[in-house]
């Protein structure tokens, strides 16, 4: 790659990675030619040692388009919306949008970079008397009365998600032309930290692998639940995220750094920690090409699973809650039974001001035609049934409420379309953005017996079983 095309992927993962919890705007923006200074010399060198495969040949291939897109001298101005969403208040795309921001890029730099809390936009479009129903859920769970852009993100698609970010952005007075939009998980923090090593900050504390983002939003907002919030602690608050993203830019600086920034990166976009959406039409092919739109699958014709959580008890238990998923396919009688079970290990003991019993409300994406069996329920609220004309999925949707400390299995089966046989079966089994990796195991079940297999969702997988004639 030419080296001016080489200072924008290099700022560009340096957002992903110093914005993936969205307390540190202000360093990355006010330093970003120092950033691009300092490693591009060694991205230039990583890029001609990196393993090839045929995927990250793609891959590399898609970034090496977006960068000399969006890194030519042109004069053009390109505009991207960024949604900040932190997935330890799990939402269908990814996490509770708390924040957004608005990146302005020229002729391969950043030309501005402007943060704002959700609730400030939300506030404009309440005071302009404007009113949207919400998705039923939010209204039936979460008492939710007003659509507004923190809440946006309800669909397990990303460009659906995208699309309704946009649309509260303008009716909260947002004039920008948006090229792009950008989704990030808050869980990328911890894994920057896990690259630079654990981070100490006199009069904090140290954030690590394992605690970076939790930590930080303890550190910059818990005194905000208070009733009065002192003059030195907005100060202290803006001192910390100050020094904490000028500690890991200083840690990266290092070849070896600088490298694992780069596969990081690409991981964070395989597991949909970071999700793309793009106006131009053969841009956004690139990137559904390589899996990183967050998109649901609707083309694939066999078997299909997608669970997916929205926290509807407005803390931040998804930290606390690890998943594991069992799906068992009966072909032993006149159609094919799935039985689905998803299990939520809710490990906080105590309930505070960031935790408490879990409730969610799961859907269940399966193929278009599946037919819930009544009563078949496990641990759930009532089962409703829908079909998903744009997705092309039927979903089933319940509520779930996980109490601290305990590990609650949660089951149901439904009947799949009789074009779904045990001849030549394919299984599609698609990630819910903000989740973790999810132990799963799947068994097919013919007469000739069982066949299981296990994995770790930690990207969409697929399974694939071929009857013996």
Request: overall charge neutral; aromatic content about 10%.
């Amino acid at each position: 790659m030419p080296r001016r095309k080489l200072s924008f992927f290099i700022i560009l993962s340096l957002i992903i990675a110093v914005s993936g919890y969205f307390f540190l705007p202000g360093f990355l923006k006010n330093n970003s030619t120092e950033i691009a200074r300092t490693g591009l010399s060694i991205i230039k060198n990583v890029s001609k040692i990196l393993p090839i495969e045929p995927d990250t040949k793609k891959e590399l291939s898609t970034i090496s388009t977006l960068v000399s897109k969006f890194s030519q001298t042109d004069g053009k101005t390109h505009v991207f919306f960024l949604m900040l969403q932190n997935n330890y208040e799990l939402r269908p795309g990814g996490g509770f949008l708390g924040q957004y921001a608005i990146l302005k890029i020229k002729d391969g730099k950043i030309i501005s970079f402007n943060f704002e809390d959700a609730n400030l936009l939300d506030q404009r479009i309440k005071d302009a008397d404007i009113k949207i129903t919400p998705p039923w859920p939010l209204t039936r769970y979460g008492q939710v009365r007003r659509w507004l852009l923190h809440d946006s993100n309800f669909s397990p698609d990303f460009p659906t998600n995208a699309a309704k970010a946009e649309y509260f952005y303008r009716l909260g007075g947002g004039r920008e032309k948006i090229d792009g939009v950008i989704a990030i998980n808050a869980d990328v923090l911890n894994h920057v930290i896990g690259i630079t090593g654990p981070i100490t900050i006199p009069g904090f504390g140290t954030y690590t692998a394992e605690n970076a983002a939790i930590t930080l939003e303890e550190d910059v907002e818990k005194i905000y639940l208070e009733e009065e919030v002192t003059d030195e602690q907005t100060r202290n608050r803006k001192n910390v995220m100050k020094t904490l993203s000028a500690q890991i830019v200083s840690h990266i600086s290092s070849f070896d750094s600088i490298k694992k920034l780069a596969d990081l990166g690409l991981e964070e976009l395989r597991d949909k920690n970071v999700q793309l959406f793009f106006k131009d039409a053969e841009l956004q092919s690139l990137v559904a090409d390589t899996y990183w739109d967050g998109s649901v699958a609707k083309d694939w014709n066999n078997d299909f699973l997608m669970v997916v959580d929205a926290n509807i008890g407005a803390k931040k238990s998804d930290y606390y809650v690890k998943r594991s998923l069992n799906y068992l396919v009966d072909f032993t009688g006149p159609k094919g039974v799935a039985t689905l079970t998803y299990s939520y290990n809710h490990t906080a003991t105590y309930g505070d001001w960031r935790t408490s019993d879990y409730h969610t409300y799961t859907r269940v994406l399966a193929p278009t035609g599946s037919k819930y069996i009544e009563g078949s329920r496990i641990k759930t609220g009532g089962v409703g049934t829908a079909n998903d004309t744009p997705l092309n999925k039927t979903i089933f949707g319940y509520k779930v409420d996980a109490l601290m400390n305990q590990t609650l299995l949660t089951s149901i089966q439904y009947e799949l379309p009789e074009t779904i046989t045990a001849e030549n079966y394919q299984l599609l089994i698609q990630k819910q953005s903000g989740t973790g990796d999810i132990p799963v195991k799947v068994t097919i079940r013919t007469a000739e017996g069982d066949i299981s297999e296990e994995a770790t969702l930690k990207k969409d997988i697929r399974f694939s079983f071929t009857k013996e004639q």
